[in-house]
């Protein structure tokens, strides 16, 4: 009988905190920005120059570690770590490692495989690293230091994740919170969240851990599942082989669907980490993590839930209302200023993901105005807006953030309501069409579609379908 395997996973997870200066200057955060342009003798690691401690950063932290479940620790204090590398200009990082800002914690995900608790292990606060620009042409590698001293949360789970699905759940439910409390927009493309994977697998029964690799270079939720799937395998082949798996950093292309080792996996010792000389440990009072505590916000959870409650909402479409935060905002204050709750929220999860996915539009960006969204749901109402005509309304509110009203207007897409003007043109589509006219008294009822188009296009869109096909009926008779 074939040994059968269990996959253990555990997670190392950056967010980037969405302030707007780095963690121990004032240098800007923008992201885009051209090469190193926003860098100062802090952060480009200068003889001399000293860190000071941003205290937004301290209050994310706070806020985030609050919101896992963590235990505080009220005295806490910067380390560095050592290490040798062309992107950090320091040759360390300033990171925790012997008193970390909230250890602990616990995070639930829901899917496929039911309800689970994964356990938090520790948070710390630290800056990134610079990045390097590889050049193929040139056969060189340049330093942008934009990035170094941007500030990073590292959230470390327990190895209680048993699969790419679980990962995942784990890594979207992190993403919700950190966006809803607005520490971070956690845009995987931009690497504002990153997550390295560390993998080993066992004999399916058995209490002792494999030995681990960690993968990096992942940098969406697909190249994530595949990671992890490649590792499984290539790590089971080993095993089945009588080989022994190496401890060692492995880089995943996601083009190959491969991955490839980097270097042998540090242990602490190897980075020789000291408690950090310039900066003085951190003393966090009561009262201010009650103050955080009671700032939390409504989770995406908590908000599905009521949705479901108040306006008798599905689990999936409440789930899908209130995956973002912003479009969860958007839909309350509508319906506060009289918006209908339920079409609302289908042009909120529908119209809206798909136009973002078309046009490339960062769904958690959205800000389109509460009071455009009920003038252009009125309209609707009305039937002022037929329903190719309000896609197009709806795509220019979201896309150019045009008023449904204006826009309207200047694109001439008012439903014309001139009854005259229906009745003539119905009249001449069924006289220029006697074959389809013929055709449908015979019984044939699908050419009704093509009467109706016809009459839509000689109005050139702006009639309301339902009252073309009232008319043209009427006229067949």
């Given at each position: 009988?074939?040994?059968?395997?269990?996959?253990?996973?555990?997670?190392?997870?950056?967010?980037?905190l969405?302030?707007?200066?780095?963690?121990?200057?004032?240098?800007?955060?923008?992201?885009?920005?051209?090469?190193?342009?926003?860098?100062?003798?802090?952060c480009a690691?200068?003889?001399?120059?000293?860190?000071?401690?941003?205290?937004?950063?301290l209050?994310?932290?706070?806020a985030?570690?609050?919101?896992?479940?963590?235990?505080?620790?009220?005295?806490?204090?910067?380390?560095?770590?050592n290490?040798?590398?062309?992107d950090?200009?320091?040759?360390?990082?300033?990171?925790?490692?012997?008193?970390?800002?909230?250890?602990d914690?616990?995070?639930?995900?829901?899917?496929?495989?039911?309800?689970?608790?994964?356990?938090i292990?520790?948070?710390?606060?630290?800056?990134?690293?610079?990045?390097l620009?590889?050049?193929?042409?040139?056969?060189?590698?340049?330093?942008d230091?934009?990035?170094?001293?941007?500030?990073?949360?590292?959230?470390v789970?327990?190895?209680?994740?048993?699969?790419?699905?679980?990962?995942t759940?784990?890594l979207e439910?992190?993403?919700?919170?950190?966006?809803?409390?607005?520490?971070s927009?956690?845009?995987?493309?931009?690497?504002?969240?990153?997550?390295?994977?560390?993998?080993?697998v066992?004999?399916l029964?058995?209490?002792?851990?494999?030995?681990?690799?960690?993968?990096?270079?992942?940098?969406?939720f697909?190249?994530?599942?595949?990671a992890?799937?490649g590792?499984r395998?290539?790590?089971i082949e080993?095993?089945?082989e009588?080989?022994a798996?190496?401890q060692?950093?492995r880089r995943w292309?996601?083009?190959?669907e491969?991955?490839?080792?980097?270097?042998?996996?540090?242990?602490?010792k190897?980075?020789?980490?000291?408690?950090?000389?310039?900066?003085?440990?951190?003393?966090?009072?009561?009262?201010?993590?009650?103050?955080?505590?009671?700032?939390?916000?409504e989770?995406?959870?908590?908000r599905?839930?009521?949705?479901?409650?108040?306006?008798?909402f599905?689990?999936?479409?409440?789930a899908l209302?209130?995956?973002y935060?912003n479009?969860?905002?958007?839909f309350?204050?509508?319906?506060?200023?009289?918006?209908p709750?339920?079409?609302?929220?289908n042009?909120?999860?529908?119209?809206?993901?798909?136009i973002?996915?078309?046009?490339?539009?960062?769904?958690?960006?959205?800000?389109?105005?509460?009071?455009?969204?009920v003038?252009?749901?009125?309209?609707?109402?009305k039937?002022?807006?037929?329903?190719q005509?309000?896609?197009?309304?709806?795509?220019?509110?979201?896309?150019?953030?045009?008023?449904?009203?204006?826009?309207?207007e200047?694109?001439?897409l008012?439903t014309?309501?001139?009854?005259?003007?229906?009745?003539?043109?119905?009249?001449?589509?069924?006289?220029?069409?006697?074959?389809?006219?013929k055709?449908?008294l015979?019984?044939?009822?699908?050419v009704?579609g093509?009467?109706?188009?016809?009459?839509?296009?000689?109005?050139?869109?702006?009639?309301?379908?339902?009252?073309?096909?009232?008319?043209?009926?009427?006229?067949l008779?």
């Amino acid at each position: 009988m074939a040994k059968q395997y269990e996959t253990v996973i555990g997670l190392e997870v950056h967010i980037e905190l969405s302030t707007k200066t780095k963690i121990f200057c004032g240098c800007s955060t923008a992201f885009g920005k051209e090469a190193n342009t926003q860098v100062c003798p802090v952060c480009a690691g200068m003889p001399g120059a000293l860190p000071v401690l941003n205290r937004q950063v301290l209050r994310s932290a706070l806020a985030m570690g609050l919101a896992l479940g963590c235990k505080v620790n009220q005295l806490c204090k910067f380390d560095r770590k050592n290490y040798f590398y062309p992107d950090n200009p320091q040759n360390y990082q300033i990171s925790q490692l012997y008193l970390p800002i909230c250890h602990d914690g616990a995070l639930e995900i829901v899917g496929g495989f039911g309800k689970k608790q994964v356990r938090i292990h520790e948070m710390h606060m630290e800056e990134d690293a610079g990045k390097l620009i590889h050049d193929d042409w040139s056969d060189s590698s340049l330093a942008d230091f934009n990035r170094s001293g941007v500030p990073l949360l590292e959230i470390v789970s327990e190895p209680d994740m048993r699969s790419a699905e679980e990962v995942t759940a784990y890594l979207e439910q992190l993403r919700k919170i950190a966006q809803y409390l607005g520490v971070s927009d956690c845009r995987l493309q931009e690497g504002s969240m990153r997550a390295d994977v560390n993998l080993s697998v066992r004999e399916l029964g058995s209490t002792e851990f494999g030995t681990r690799t960690e993968m990096k270079n992942l940098n969406s939720f697909k190249a994530i599942a595949h990671a992890i799937e490649g590792e499984r395998e290539r790590q089971i082949e080993l095993l089945e082989e009588g080989k022994a798996v190496i401890q060692e950093t492995r880089r995943w292309d996601d083009n190959k669907e491969s991955s490839k080792p980097m270097r042998s996996k540090e242990d602490a010792k190897d980075y020789r980490y000291f408690p950090d000389p310039d900066l003085v440990p951190i003393r966090i009072p009561d009262a201010w993590i009650e103050e955080v505590r009671r700032e939390q916000p409504e989770f995406a959870g908590q908000r599905a839930a009521r949705y479901q409650q108040e306006y008798g909402f599905s689990a999936a479409d409440a789930a899908l209302l209130t995956e973002y935060k912003n479009l969860a905002d958007i839909f309350e204050k509508a319906v506060q200023l009289a918006a209908p709750a339920k079409k609302a929220a289908n042009w909120l999860t529908g119209e809206t993901f798909r136009i973002a996915r078309e046009r490339g539009l960062a769904l958690e960006k959205i800000a389109l105005l509460p009071l455009d969204l009920v003038n252009f749901l009125a309209e609707v109402e009305k039937g002022n807006l037929n329903n190719q005509a309000a896609k197009k309304v709806f795509e220019a509110m979201l896309a150019e953030n045009r008023e449904p009203l204006v826009y309207m207007e200047e694109q001439q897409l008012r439903t014309v309501r001139d009854s005259g003007l229906l009745e003539r043109i119905a009249q001449k589509v069924l006289e220029e069409n006697p074959t389809a006219v013929k055709e449908f008294l015979d019984g044939k009822e699908k050419v009704f579609g093509f009467l109706v188009g016809n009459v839509m296009k000689e109005m050139r869109g702006k009639a309301a379908p339902d009252e073309v096909r009232a008319v043209l009926l009427e006229k067949l008779k």
